[in-house]
């Protein structure tokens, strides 16, 4: 079995966060890798589904009220028991089981990314050591510690591995590829988050074409492409990339996903750069009369994310500091106008 697993989409039912972490893997994968891994198994989720996405409102990630390690594992059915099986292989199978990949996307479902990375570089080695260097498994090994680095923030160090597990994907696997597809976008997100937009346009622009080609949406590049047009300025282009991307994820996932709540913090952002206020999807929830501007929408989205997803989830902290930032900007825009004005 193979221990790559796909990107989200809207299709599929899985969480984007954890982008090859959290969907199943693809039928044809789990055919040609078969037997390529030992298949040791906890009885209670299997590799590629370990960050499934189900009908509720709650993540179970680590919030300021659940930060003990006992309530956290509760949270996680099945952490405990995996990492006890982990424990009990020998060395000389842990890096190449199926286990090590379900015990690192429960430890990321927690946001507990350091401990994650640990179990990602020991896969690395391993899958490199045994199965050579351009496996399909040794590259989702390569793809998740990558991905796992840029949630962390070491944009830096996820940069050079972004880079070859793509290019050894167009290799081995082709472009046209979900694999390959699923390393463009989370390349093309890397490079934005480095404020390299250049770069990152014809990548994410690559992953959405496909993503609604093959599914009909534009797939977990599709809030990133809006964050690129806005930075870029062109926030009527931003507009309409966005399009419907709210409505779709709340009503796929339900209002307290991961993937809605992401998509309206781009909504509320967006409309933050337009200057404009508007009917907001939360409003009910925030305003009696259903009217808020981008800023309120954005606060009480963040507000939201630290309730349903917890204080260390990658989103919570990212859009926590653009909160941040935003004011920073706000009060200097005011500071100037005050001093000018006198």
Same mark, same amino acid.
């Given at each position: 079995?193979?221990?790559?697993?796909? +990107?989200?989409?809207?299709?599929? @039912?899985?969480?984007? !966060? #954890?982008?090859?972490?959290?969907?199943?893997?693809?039928?044809?994968?789990?055919?040609?890798?078969?037997?390529?891994?030992?298949?040791?198994?906890?009885?209670?989720? *299997?590799?590629?589904?370990?960050?499934?996405?189900?009908?509720?409102?709650?993540?179970?990630?680590?919030?300021?009220?659940?930060?003990?390690?006992?309530?956290?594992?509760?949270?996680c059915?099945?952490?405990?028991s995996?990492?006890a099986?982990?424990?009990?292989?020998?060395?000389a199978?842990?890096?190449?089981?199926?286990?090590?990949?379900?015990?690192?996307?429960?430890?990321?479902?927690?946001?507990?990314?350091?401990?994650? &990375?640990?179990?990602?570089?020991?896969?690395?080695?391993?899958?490199?050591?045994?199965?050579g260097?351009?496996?399909?498994?040794?590259?989702?090994?390569?793809?998740?510690?990558?991905?796992?680095?840029?949630?962390?923030?070491?944009?830096?160090?996820?940069?050079?591995l972004?880079? %070859?597990?793509?290019?050894?994907?167009? &290799?081995?696997? @082709?472009?046209?590829?979900?694999?390959?597809?699923?390393?463009? @976008?989370?390349?093309?997100?890397?490079? /934005? &988050?480095?404020?390299?937009?250049?770069?990152?346009?014809?990548l994410?622009?690559?992953?959405?074409?496909?993503?609604?080609?093959?599914?009909?949406?534009?797939?977990?590049?599709?809030?990133?492409?809006?964050e690129?047009?806005?930075?870029?300025?062109?926030?009527?282009?931003?507009?309409?990339?966005?399009?419907?991307?709210?409505?779709?994820?709340?009503?796929?996932? @339900?209002?307290?996903?991961?993937?809605?709540? %992401?998509? %309206?913090?781009?909504?509320?952002?967006?409309?933050?750069?337009?200057?404009?206020?508007?009917?907001?999807?939360? +409003?009910?929830?925030?305003?009696?009369?259903?009217?808020?501007?981008?800023?309120?929408?954005?606060?009480?989205?963040?507000?939201?994310?630290?309730?349903? /997803?917890?204080? +260390?989830?990658?989103?919570? #902290?990212? !859009?926590?500091?653009?909160?941040?930032?935003?004011?920073?900007?706000?009060? *200097?825009?005011?500071?100037a106008?005050?001093?000018a004005?006198?």
């Amino acid at each position: 079995m193979s221990a790559r697993a796909g +990107a989200s989409d809207l299709a599929s @039912g899985t969480p984007d !966060w #954890v982008v090859r972490l959290g969907s199943p893997e693809q039928p044809r994968r789990r055919q040609r890798a078969k037997g390529t891994l030992t298949p040791h198994s906890t009885g209670t989720v *299997e590799l590629g589904a370990a960050v499934e996405a189900r009908p509720q409102d709650r993540q179970p990630v680590a919030t300021p009220q659940t930060q003990d390690r006992q309530r956290l594992d509760q949270l996680c059915p099945g952490l405990v028991s995996a990492q006890a099986h982990l424990a009990r292989l020998p060395d000389a199978e842990r890096g190449t089981s199926l286990i090590i990949s379900n015990v690192a996307a429960k430890l990321i479902e927690q946001g507990r990314l350091s401990e994650a &990375e640990e179990l990602y570089r020991e896969m690395l080695v391993a899958r490199r050591a045994k199965l050579g260097h351009k496996d399909p498994d040794t590259l989702a090994a390569l793809g998740n510690l990558a991905l796992n680095l840029r949630l962390q923030g070491k944009l830096a160090e996820a940069e050079p591995l972004c880079r %070859e597990s793509l290019a050894a994907s167009r &290799e081995v696997l @082709g472009s046209d590829a979900q694999e390959t597809v699923i390393d463009a @976008g989370n390349f093309g997100k890397l490079l /934005l &988050e480095q404020g390299r937009l250049g770069e990152a346009e014809p990548l994410l622009v690559e992953a959405v074409a496909w993503w609604r080609k093959q599914h009909g949406n534009g797939g977990f590049c599709n809030g990133p492409l809006v964050e690129l047009l806005r930075e870029q300025g062109r926030l009527a282009e931003a507009g309409r990339e966005l399009g419907t991307l709210v409505e779709d994820m709340r009503a796929k996932f @339900g209002p307290h996903h991961q993937a809605a709540l %992401e998509a %309206e913090a781009i909504s509320a952002r967006l409309r933050i750069a337009l200057g404009h206020r508007a009917l907001s999807v939360i +409003a009910a929830a925030v305003e009696p009369d259903g009217i808020v501007d981008g800023a309120t929408d954005l606060r009480a989205t963040v507000a939201r994310m630290g309730e349903f /997803l917890g204080a +260390a989830h990658p989103y919570t #902290v990212k !859009w926590q500091r653009v909160l941040g930032e935003i004011k920073a900007a706000a009060d *200097e825009a005011a500071a100037a106008e005050k001093a000018a004005a006198s």
